[in-house]
């Protein structure tokens, strides 16, 4: 008989944002937690795990009530704990989320983040705060905007004095170096790890536009671009942002695990622009611009190439239509940067 559980409810008043950015803590992405001073608890390797904190009510182990996230020791000396992350992209860094979900008596009352832009291991003076030294609620999405500009490759957490984080999740951009790119080398333009990321949607109710241009295969379903079935005219659509102007020359898009709700057709649109277009403008603005792939039949659970593309030249947003809903797995934008 399998275990009752119960999950973390998101932030809902800052979703819709964060889904613009890419979270810098995902395993996926090769972020590791390397050191905590005591986990005695819950392993500091749960804390970046990419699935919400679940809680069950029954669940003990050899050291007592079973948490999923990283907790430590009640201190009894001076002092306090601290975990230290290497971020496996080096990245710029807009929110951080210290989730204490289901830590009720025992989250942190404080907690302060470093951060460190160093190759290897930072020293004690390569250390910047980004997060001076904060309350925390208990059971609750503690988010904290981060000023500082950045890209930085280590965190460091520290919480006052001890007790339990259920999840964090470090919300920014891959700073990608274009410069170690040779100009024909082709690269996929879109991916994040080289920087692509979404930037408007019309609806992302089962899943973020940005999970489309994450690395490797979906592994499920939830891991892709979604939509909510379309009872009105129209169809549903997104903005991608490049990682850097480049001409693509191949696309690939796939629509792994999306069997009864996959899109029937698409197209892509691409511009070269200065900025990101307001908000408010986005949607009307980036229906007039020219096509890449023009309307194009899509299957159930496949993988569709195509090798020939409209000739655009250097472009740095991508509009994707899917006619008229539905979920798409991932998209590669091959091509190279512009010279």
């Known amino acids: 008989m399998s275990e009752r559980f119960l999950t973390a409810a998101p932030a809902p008043e800052a979703e819709e944002l964060l889904k613009r950015f890419v979270d ?10 390397t050191f ?3 986990d005695f608890f819950a392993d ?15 669940r003990f182990d050899d050291n007592g009530k079973w948490m999923d996230g990283w907790e430590s020791r009640r201190k009894r000396v001076p002092g306090h704990d601290h975990a230290v992350i290497r971020l496996g992209q080096r990245g710029t860094i807009d929110t951080i989320d210290v989730d204490t979900s289901f830590f009720t008596g025992n989250f942190p009352p404080e907690a302060e983040i470093e951060a460190a832009d160093t190759p290897g291991e930072p020293g004690e003076g390569d ?9 925390l609620k208990g059971d609750s999405h503690n988010l904290f905007s981060v000023t500082a500009e950045g890209p930085w490759r280590w965190l460091r957490l520290h919480i ?5 984080v259920a999840r964090l999740r470090v919300y920014g951009t891959i700073a990608k170096d274009w410069s170690q790119v040779a100009a024909d080398e082709e690269i996929d333009l879109a991916a994040q790890v080289n920087g692509g990321t979404a930037i408007a949607w019309n609806d992302a109710h089962y899943g973020s536009p940005a999970n489309m241009l994450a690395p490797g295969t979906a592994p499920v379903m939830a891991d892709g671009w979604e939509t909510a079935r379309r009872r009105r005219p129209g169809n549903d659509w997104c903005v991608l942002k490049l990682g850097t102007a480049g001409t693509i020359g191949r696309v690939h898009i796939d ?15 691409a ?4 900025s990101d277009p307001a908000p408010d403008v986005i949607e009307e603005a980036s229906a007039d611009w020219p096509l890449l792939v023009t309307e194009t039949k899509l299957a159930a659970h496949d993988q569709l190439e195509i090798s020939q593309v409209e000739a655009l030249g250097p472009v740095t947003h991508v509009r994707l239509d899917i006619f008229p809903d539905g979920g798409v797995s991932r998209l590669r934008l091959f091509g190279r940067k512009e010279a």
């Open 24 to 33: 810098l803590a995902h395993p996926r992405l090769g972020t590791e937690v």
């Open 36 to 38: 905590a001073t005591d």
């Open 44 to 58: 500091k390797s749960r804390m970046i795990q990419p699935e919400p904190a679940v809680f069950y009510p029954d």
């Open 127 to 135: 250390w910047t705060v980004i997060v001076p030294r904060a309350a």
């Open 160 to 164: 006052h004095p001890d007790g339990g």
């Open 255 to 269: 629509t792994r695990h999306f069997k009864g709700n996959f899109p029937d057709r698409f197209t892509l649109r």
């Open 271 to 274: 511009k070269r622009l200065g």
